[in-house]
Every structure is written in C-alpha cells, then in structure tokens.
C-alpha cells in the first residue's frame, strides 16, 4: 500500500525522483499514466496488466471507449535510472501541469504525481469533514 507525500521538482529533461519507498514497491519496472482530477498515476505492472484486463472486458459503449483511449494511450513503462529519477512523457507533463514543483503522493494502490499548484487547488470549498461525513453516509465507511 502505497502512503505518504514527498515533494520533489521535475526538471529540465522531465525527469522526476520517485523516493525510494515507492519504488520498492513499485518493482524494477512500473507504468505511468494519465490519472484523473488533473494528475498521473504512477502503478505497479501487475496492477496495471489487471486494470487493462478489466477494461477490455467492458461492454463496447462509447463510454468504454472514451476511457480505454483516455488510459491506454497515455501509459508508458517506465524503469528508474541509478538515481531513482523517471521520464515523464512530455503529453503526460503537459496534461499534469508539471512545471517545477511537483507532489507524490501515496493513494493505496498507486501513486499520484500533482503540479504541486494543482494539488493545493484541488481540495476545494468541501472540508474533510464534510467530505468524511458524507461518505460515511452514503457508503457505510468508517474512519479512524
């Protein structure tokens, strides 16, 4: 389970350090790809080979489609190098807003890569009580 939040900088060459403790997790080889809510997702191979597997298995709607595309082609394997850094594919970095500063985040079973600009943007009006509150409600889930 992936936890945590590290704060890093993407640079010139769209080179990202994922921190150790992700990577461990993560394997030698993991995949990057678009995310939702405006970041990316950083996941282990296996999980990946499983959602994809998920995804072609889908009814063949116009929705599955539009998701099939939205995932499938912006997904790439990746390998850190000997410093732990990635490459982030430049559409990726574009569709992220990866600028300079950039936040991984821990998200169970991925990890998230935010502009950190846009991570502060996206908590929105809702507190987190209201947000725990109402999915408390609505789904029966109980928080620490």
Partial sequence: ????????TIDPKNRII????FRDELGENFVISAGLDGCLYLTKKSSWEAFSQQLSEL??????????RHFM???????????????????LKEMAGL??????????SKVEIWSKERLDAETGDATME???????QKYGLRFC
């Fill in 1 to 8: 389970m992936f936890m945590g939040e590290f704060n890093h």
């Fill in 18 to 21: 994922v921190p150790a403790k």
């Fill in 59 to 68: 009814p063949f709607t116009a929705e599955t489609r539009k998701l099939q």
């Fill in 73 to 91: 082609r912006n997904a790439q394997e990746c390998e850190p190098d000997k410093q732990g850094r990635i490459l982030v594919p430049q559409n």
């Fill in 99 to 108: 600028d300079k500063e950039v936040v991984l985040l821990g998200s169970g």
């Fill in 130 to 136: 209201e947000i725990t509150e109402s999915m408390s």
